[in-house]
């Protein structure tokens, strides 16, 4: 049977929500190619080359490891790899990804020191170094560089030289930073630094990223992971050092991969960070030219989150914005704390997006609002919102 054409296939689709996000042609092509097998030196070369790029993209001269699975899945798998038998860790949360962290801790029966902080701000570097102060015995901080689900950036480097001259490692999830904003885990100073395929990296899902740096590299002679496969860094790293992978690997998906690297290497870091931060200031301008009120207080460059005003459903409109205009956007999540299901929507810049796209955004958001009763004038957004690109 022939694939059925649908009348949504005639018009172009935008995929701007904060992972997954487009996928260049290029990466696609390589995805389509032959499969290999991963016991050879045809993979072994590819792989070398994926570990020697993404250490470049780290901005470090460790050991990048690439896991089968999520960004949760790497994350844990740092989480539950480099914790100090019986110790306790301080665990950051101002946003749904940060406390899932502390879940992580919760379900391994780790004792944690919480820093829980109202979503939208992002934890100050004072915060951090009081708690450490007050609670000795910790071996290990995790945060969020990017908060995904508040749109919130911390300021990273300042905590990172606090936790730095403590005996606790600093366990970064970069999931939506890494590529898309300025990190570099050797010069801060970042023990671990994770991110996945699915972000800035212009890939599908189906990888995380786990960088360690040498205090890290010392602590994973000192513990005992819980993992007993998949979770335990200590195999992937074995295998890392011979250019391979303890458990058989997403063949396709680290060839994509490569392309995807090579396309960043050849724009240069400090442009993809500078076209990405001005894409989310264009974003900004032009959400705040319709008046509507940004999610945070401290923005993330990766992704922009703003309020619906009143009377608008998020369902409705995101489900219109998506049919009638192809703009795929996000909506906002709920946690423990603080609940922004329904309340908020999000749209990413990261990877491959360009001004063009950021332009349909915030004209078929726009529209959209004006038709759910909000008061704006058309050509608002993208009027504020082309004054910021042209500079």
Same mark, same amino acid.
């Given at each position: 049977?022939?694939?059925?054409?649908?009348?949504?296939?005639?018009?172009?689709?935008?995929?701007?929500?904060?992972?997954?996000?487009?996928?260049?042609?290029?990466?696609?092509?390589e995805?389509?190619?032959?499969? $290999?097998?991963?016991r050879?030196?045809?993979?072994?070369? $590819?792989?070398?080359?994926?570990?020697?790029?993404?250490?470049?993209?780290?901005?470090?001269?460790?050991?990048?490891?690439?896991?089968?699975g999520?960004?949760?899945t790497?994350?844990?798998?740092?989480?539950?790899s480099?914790?100090?038998?019986?110790?306790?860790?301080?665990?950051?949360?101002?946003?749904?990804?940060?406390?899932?962290?502390?879940?992580?801790?919760?379900?391994?029966?780790?004792?944690? $020191?919480?820093?829980?902080?109202?979503?939208?701000?992002?934890?100050?570097?004072?915060?951090?170094?009081?708690?450490?102060?007050?609670?000795?015995?910790v071996?290990?901080?995790?945060?969020?560089?990017?908060?995904?689900?508040?749109?919130?950036?911390?300021?990273?480097?300042?905590?990172?030289?606090?936790?730095?001259?403590?005996?606790a490692?600093?366990?970064?999830?970069?999931?939506?930073?890494?590529?898309?904003?300025?990190?570099?885990?050797?010069?801060?100073? $970042?023990?671990?630094?994770?991110?996945?395929?699915?972000?800035?990296?212009?890939?599908?899902?189906?990888?995380?990223?786990?960088?360690?740096?040498?205090?890290?590299?010392?602590?994973?002679?000192?513990?005992?992971?819980?993992?007993?496969?998949?979770?335990?860094?200590?195999?992937?790293?074995?295998?890392?050092?011979?250019?391979?992978?303890?458990?058989?690997?997403?063949?396709?998906?680290?060839?994509?991969?490569?392309?995807?690297?090579?396309?960043?290497?050849?724009?240069?870091?400090?442009?993809?960070?500078g076209?990405?931060?001005?894409?989310?200031?264009?974003?900004?301008?032009?959400?705040?030219?319709?008046?509507?009120?940004?999610?945070?207080?401290?923005?993330?460059?990766?992704?922009?989150?703003?309020?619906?005003?009143?009377?608008?459903?998020?369902?409705?409109?995101?489900?219109?914005?998506?049919?009638?205009?192809?703009?795929?956007?996000?909506?906002?999540?709920?946690g423990?704390?603080?609940?922004?299901?329904?309340k908020?929507?999000?749209?990413?810049?990261?990877?491959?997006?360009?001004?063009?796209?950021?332009?349909?955004?915030?004209?078929?958001?726009?529209?959209?609002?004006?038709?759910?009763?909000?008061?704006?004038?058309?050509?608002?957004?993208?009027?504020?919102?082309?004054?910021?690109?042209?500079?």
């Open positions: 049977m022939p694939h059925e054409i649908t009348p949504k296939l005639f018009f172009k689709q935008r995929v701007m929500t904060p992972g997954p996000v487009e996928v260049p042609p290029d990466v696609l092509l995805m389509a190619q032959p499969i $290999i097998h991963h050879t030196k045809q993979f072994q070369a $590819i792989f070398k080359e994926l570990c020697d790029k993404l250490a470049w993209l780290f901005g470090t001269t460790g050991p990048v490891l690439s896991i089968a999520s960004g949760t790497a994350f844990e798998s740092a989480q539950t480099l914790i100090l038998p019986g110790s306790k860790a301080l665990t950051i949360a101002g946003g749904k990804f940060g406390e899932r962290w502390q879940d992580v801790y919760e379900a391994h029966g780790v004792e944690q $020191i919480k820093i829980n902080v109202p979503w939208g701000r992002a934890v100050s570097p004072a915060e951090v170094g009081d708690a450490l102060k007050k609670n000795p015995g071996s290990v901080v995790t945060m969020c560089h990017s908060e995904t689900s508040t749109a919130t950036a911390a300021d990273v480097k300042a905590i990172a030289s606090i936790v730095s001259k403590t005996d490692l600093l366990l970064v999830d970069g999931i939506t930073s890494v590529g898309a904003m300025p990190v570099k885990m050797d010069e801060w100073g $970042i023990d671990c630094l994770v991110t996945g395929s699915q972000k800035a990296m212009m890939l599908p899902p189906g990888l995380g990223y786990v960088g360690l740096g040498k205090r890290a590299l010392d602590r994973l002679n000192n513990t005992k992971p819980k993992g007993l496969y998949n979770l335990d860094l200590r195999r992937w790293l074995k295998s890392h050092a011979k250019n391979d992978v303890p458990f058989t690997p997403p063949v396709s998906l680290i060839r994509g991969q490569v392309v995807a690297l090579k396309m960043l290497e050849t724009q240069g870091l400090e442009t993809v960070w076209r990405t931060a001005k894409l989310a200031a264009a974003t900004r301008t032009g959400f705040e030219a319709m008046g509507l009120k940004l999610a945070s207080q401290s923005p993330s460059d990766s992704v922009t989150g703003a309020f619906y005003p009143e009377g608008v459903n998020d369902k409705t409109f995101r489900g219109a914005v998506r049919d009638q205009f192809g703009i795929h956007i996000a909506g906002g999540q709920d423990r704390g603080d609940k922004w299901e329904g908020v929507f999000r749209v990413s810049h990261m990877g491959y997006v360009d001004a063009g796209d950021t332009l349909a955004a915030l004209c078929a958001i726009e529209t959209q609002l004006i038709a759910s009763g909000h008061k704006t004038t058309p050509g608002t957004a993208a009027d504020a919102a082309a004054k910021v690109l042209l500079t």
